[in-house]
């Protein structure tokens, strides 16, 4: 579809042009961004931009319908893809292939499949005398640890408004989403001290540091796997990982300094400060007597460069129920990956998650979604517009 589309579009030719934007998360998502306010601009209705600092990513929020009503409902989604560098397609990842069905391109499951569903519900939403505002929340580099739709909460209830409640549709194949578990990471630098091999008691070895804090680690990994399960969730505990590692320069050089990072991925109710300090507590308890023994240089610093909260919808969610409403549906799943609706519950909104697509089919080779998904999503988006005009 070329970027002068008629306003009024059907969701595959949408998809079709939102897929044709390489939006990989190292690179810009303007000239989508600018696609889409053009786009709702045809239909009267203002865009508003959120930039970061270097302009090269924006942010897009926009109201359709009563804004003075306040409240309302919020569809959320992110523009940003993950790369398609060493993976093996069979056709071009940035142009829609359709297939028995299926349509293939990076992220047609996650999430511009979702994003074009939105975009062709807005001449229906532009169209009825609605009672309750719909907003439209587009972000940035939610691949890279949901950075970018920060800046964008932090305006919520100023110069943007507050939806009362908030859908975030990434792929759970139209499911009612009320809880994930959210990803905490760390960057762990051990600074010892050198020496020659032949000479070990002259040096501190950070490379056998970081082998005792990952002995740690594995056991904090035993505590959470034995004490904090929720069978609602696969795998139904909290997992820990050590993610990177990197230390030493030569065979005979005790190694000067090494670097880990760990992750833990949280079940919602799971202490993220607490296994921080845990941590913490062990190499200041444990490691650095001895090490300072030998070097009073020697250091151990912990670093959480990353935290997406878990998420568990509020009791009596009035999201959840409205979800379940729109979906025809009567069941709640709880799912491992993270989204950004953790972020979005914790600035205010009421939130759940429901949108179309698998998330087995994310991140991918020949990534892929079913139209017949995109149909139900366009469904229960028709199903909304017609709750909001009541």
């Given at each position: 579809?070329?970027?002068?589309?008629?306003?009024?579009?059907?969701?595959?030719?949408?998809?079709?042009?939102?897929?044709?934007?390489?939006?990989?998360?190292?690179?810009?998502?303007?000239?989508?961004?600018?696609?889409?306010?053009?786009?709702?601009?045809?239909?009267?209705?203002?865009?508003?931009?959120?930039?970061?600092?270097t302009g090269d990513k924006i942010n897009l929020y926009a109201t359709i319908g009563p804004a003075a009503a306040g409240g309302g409902i919020g569809l959320s989604g992110h523009t940003d893809v993950v790369p398609v560098t060493g993976q093996d397609w069979d056709s071009d990842p940035f142009e829609l292939t359709a297939r028995n069905g299926r349509l293939y391109g990076r992220g047609t499951t996650d999430m511009k499949g979702y994003l074009a569903c939105v975009l062709a519900a807005v001449p229906d939403f532009a169209a009825r005398p609605l009672k309750r505002p719909i907003h439209i929340l587009f972000s940035y580099d939610e691949e890279i640890g949901c950075i970018g739709v920060r800046p964008m909460l932090a305006r919520l209830g100023s110069d943007l408004p507050m939806p009362?409640?908030?859908?975030?549709?990434?792929?759970?194949?139209?499911?009612?989403?009320?809880?994930?578990?959210?990803?905490?990471?760390?960057?762990?630098?051990?600074?010892?001290?050198?020496?020659?091999?032949?000479?070990?008691?002259?040096?501190?070895?950070?490379?056998?540091?970081?082998?005792?804090?990952?002995?740690?680690?594995?056991?904090?990994?035993?505590?959470?796997?034995?004490?904090?399960?929720?069978?609602?969730?696969?795998?139904?505990y909290a997992t820990l990982q050590v993610t990177t590692i990197e230390g030493g320069a030569a065979s005979n050089i005790i190694p000067l300094s090494c670097r880990f990072g760990f992750e833990v991925r949280a079940l919602p109710g799971v202490d993220v400060a607490a296994i921080e300090r845990r941590v913490s507590d062990f190499a200041h308890e444990r490691c650095l007597p001895s090490m300072r023994a030998v070097s009073e240089a020697a250091a151990i610093d912990i670093e959480l460069v990353n935290y997406v909260p878990p998420f568990a919808a509020r009791n009596g969610s009035k999201a959840v129920a409205l979800a379940l409403h729109l979906a025809g549906a009567n069941r709640i799943s709880a799912v491992s990956y993270a989204t950004e609706a953790g972020l979005f519950q914790t600035a205010g909104p009421d939130t759940v998650v429901c949108g179309p697509g698998q998330i087995a089919q994310a991140h991918t080779a020949n990534e892929w979604i079913a139209e017949s998904e995109l149909a139900a999503c366009m469904a229960f988006l028709k199903r909304l517009a017609e709750w909001a005009e009541k």
């Open positions: 579809m070329k970027p002068n589309a008629p306003a009024e579009t059907s969701p595959i030719e949408l998809l079709e042009a939102l897929v044709a934007f390489d939006t990989t998360s190292h690179k810009s998502n303007v000239a989508l961004i600018r696609f889409v306010a053009d786009y709702l601009g045809r239909h009267g209705i203002e865009a508003k931009l959120v930039p970061n600092e009362e409640i908030v859908f975030v549709g990434e792929p759970t194949g139209m499911e009612v989403v009320d809880a994930h578990k959210g990803p905490a990471r760390w960057n762990v630098t051990i600074t010892g001290r050198a020496a020659h091999s032949s000479m070990a008691h002259l040096g501190v070895n950070a490379v056998h540091v970081a082998a005792q804090m990952i002995g740690e680690l594995r056991r904090i990994e035993d505590d959470l796997r034995d004490n904090h399960r929720d069978e609602r969730f696969e795998p139904p």
